[in-house]
Each structure stands twice: as structure tokens, then as C-alpha cells.
């Protein structure tokens, strides 16, 4: 007889407005089964989006990329070769020095944003890696200039809402994604739509 899962509280590392809480299956020390909307938790009542709730199909998937790879080949060749990690991380530490040592510090732009990182692991060490080199500076809207434009335009501030609340809105505009496969509201999104909702 089979052991009984381990089911484990966590929270999504996506970066969207929801947070949702999780129930992640633990398989064992490396693998997770199916992912869960938390029972304990009133916003996700068991449920997740479809995105997340193929995590573990994706984690595990045999052709995700896991380890770093080095193009060997001209651009464009699909020619790559494993390296360790170690060598890796050399490669990247070596042309940052290199080209702050040809260029200055601030040659160094660090482009990101939050991509898939919520609040659990976003913004930790990459703005503190990038002002220990002393790499430009920049505001970290390459996402969100244009969002973070319209609500302090209407209502004096970036603010969000209430997810929850979506269910009484007479509009609703969804814009630059597919939310209604990988948002947690789009069930409540959907009843508004039957109910006349534009």
C-alpha cells in the first residue's frame, strides 16, 4: 500500500494581482504532483488557474531546460554545449567586469522586471547585485509604464482593486494577456459576461 501524499501550503510565484495560496502534492524530495488553490484560503476555496495548475507537468517536463548551456556555433545554429554552473556564472561575472572595465559601471543595464517572480522571490538579490556593481540605474516599469500612467491619470495613484469585487463591474476591458486562462477571477469574469456585463 502506497504511502498517502504529502500535501504542503505554499503560495504562487507568479506575478499577478491575485497571490494565490497553494496545496502543492510532494511526490518526494524532487518531484510535486498536482497543485491545488489552498482549501484554507477564501479567495482560491480550492480552485487555481489552469497555468498553474500544470506546474508540475511543466516542472518536470523532459525538455525543460535544466542546466546552462553555451552557444558553440554561429547565432541562429541551435549549437549549445552543457557547462557547469560555476563556469556559467565565470562567463557572466567575467564580461560584466570586462565591460565595465572598457565602458564604466553603468554600461552594465540591467533589464528586468518581475516576469514570474511574485512576492516570494521577487526582488531579492538582482537590484542588490546590480547596485553592488554599480550598474545603471533605472525604474523598473518595462512592464508597467503605461498601466502605472492610466491609474495615476484617473485616480491620483497606482492602485489596484479588490479582485473579489469583479463580480459586481458593469465593464470589464482585459488587456495584454489571456486572462481568462491564467487568471483566477475568470470564473467570476465569465458569470459577469452571462449577466450582461460588457
Known sequence: MNAPLRISPSVCPHDCTSTCALE????DARTIGRVRGSMRN?????????KVARY???????????????RTGPKGSKQFTRISWEEALDTVAEQFQKKAAQHGTESVWPYF??????????????????????????RTTICTAAATAA??????????????????ARLILLWGGNLLRVWREAENVARRLQAGAR
Open 24 to 27: 502543492v502534492e510532494i511526490k
Open 42 to 50: 477564501t479567495y482560491t476555496n480550492g480552485v487555481i488557474c489552469e
Open 56 to 70: 508540475a507537468e511543466r516542472v518536470h517536463h523532459p525538455d525543460r531546460l535544466k542546466y546552462p548551456m553555451k
Open 113 to 138: 522586471y518581475a516576469g514570474t517572480m511574485g512576492h516570494v522571490q521577487g526582488w531579492t538579490m538582482g537590484p542588490r547585485l546590480f547596485a553592488h556593481l554599480g550598474a545603471s540605474r533605472l
Open 151 to 168: 491609474l495615476r491619470s484617473i485616480y491620483g495613484a497606482s492602485v489596484g482593486f479588490e479582485p473579489e469585487t469583479i463580480v459586481e
